[in-house]
Each structure stands twice: as structure tokens, then as C-alpha cells.
């Protein structure tokens, strides 16, 4: 599992470097991507809707690839690194990975990129705790939003990639 996991990463890495994230996005934007996808994954878990909940795991994995590579550190230390963290109950982690996300936010423009590299890594492993506590695999769910979004097209717009099926909506 952890060649696909690796293999995962860097697809994802090159999905947006394709898409030209590094000249187009926006930490601030993407971070709150987090926020979206936090609470997506809250409410899926809250619902026991396993479909919601399993794309918002593999969703929140994608937007971490994305946000890693804006503050230029290296993804595949990033999910390594949250191997080694130990696993903490379902309620613990959402708690945890919700103050990560808070922190990451606070500190994008303040702290060094090492503290916000060390929110990420805290970030992945409490999705993967998650993941586990609830039979998911982590790899699964990070494959299945992968899988969602390869061929997925559209363009940056202030620093938010909006879908193509979104734009025609303008």
C-alpha cells in the first residue's frame, strides 16, 4: 500500500503542477480548502454516510499535495512523516485535525515553512487515524479522489481552481 500511496502523491503532485498551481494559486485560497473539506468530512461522519466521508478523506489528502507544493516542501516527507505519529480515537482526531487546520491558517504568512510543513504532517496522520478507526483505507479514499479529479479541467481564478462544469455556470 504505501508504493500506491506514493505513487498517489506524486500523480497528484503532477496533476497540479500541470494546472500551473504554483504561478496561480493562493495559499490563502487553498487553505480553506481545508475548511471545506473538513466540513465535508464532518458531515459524512456525522450522517455515517461512508460515501461522503471516504471522498472527503481522499479529497483533504489531494488538497494537502496541493498546499505542500505551495509552500515548496517535499510531499512524500509529508504522508511519510504521519506514519509516525501515533493514532488517537475518531473524536480525538477530528478535534486535532481541526486545530491543525486553524493553526495552519493562522500561521501561513507568520511562522516558518517547517511549522506549517509540521500541520500538514499532523493533519494527514489524523486523517489517516480516522480512516482506520472507521475501516476505511486511507489509500482507497485518497485513490478514489484522485481517480475524480485526473481529467477534471477548468482554470484559476484569483487563486481557486474553478471546474470547467462550474465556469459555464458564470
Request: aromatic letters at 8%.
Amino acid at each position: 500500500m504505501k508504493k500506491l500511496e506514493n505513487e498517489l502523491v506524486t500523480l497528484t503532485k503532477k496533476w497540479f503542477t500541470d494546472r500551473d498551481l504554483e504561478h496561480s494559486g493562493r495559499l490563502d485560497k487553498q487553505s480553506l480548502k481545508l475548511s471545506e473539506e473538513f466540513g465535508e468530512l464532518c458531515a459524512g461522519y456525522l450522517k455515517q454516510n461512508e460515501k461522503l466521508t471516504k471522498d472527503s478523506i481522499g479529497d483533504f489528502a489531494v488538497v494537502i499535495v496541493g498546499l505542500a507544493l505551495l509552500i515548496d516542501v517535499d510531499v512524500h516527507s509529508i504522508f511519510e512523516q504521519a506514519d509516525g505519529i501515533m493514532r488517537k480515537e475518531v473524536m480525538e482526531s477530528f478535534k486535532l485535525l481541526n486545530a491543525n487546520i486553524s493553526e495552519f491558517q493562522l500561521s501561513q504568512n507568520l511562522a516558518s515553512k517547517e511549522m506549517c510543513q509540521h500541520n500538514l504532517v499532523h493533519a494527514v496522520a489524523y486523517l489517516k487515524s480516522i480512516s482506520k478507526t472507521l475501516n476505511y483505507d486511507f489509500v482507497e479514499c485518497f485513490d478514489l479522489a484522485y481517480n475524480e479529479i485526473k481529467g477534471r479541467k477548468g482554470k484559476w481564478i484569483d487563486g481557486t481552481f474553478v471546474k470547467e462544469e462550474d465556469l459555464k455556470n458564470e
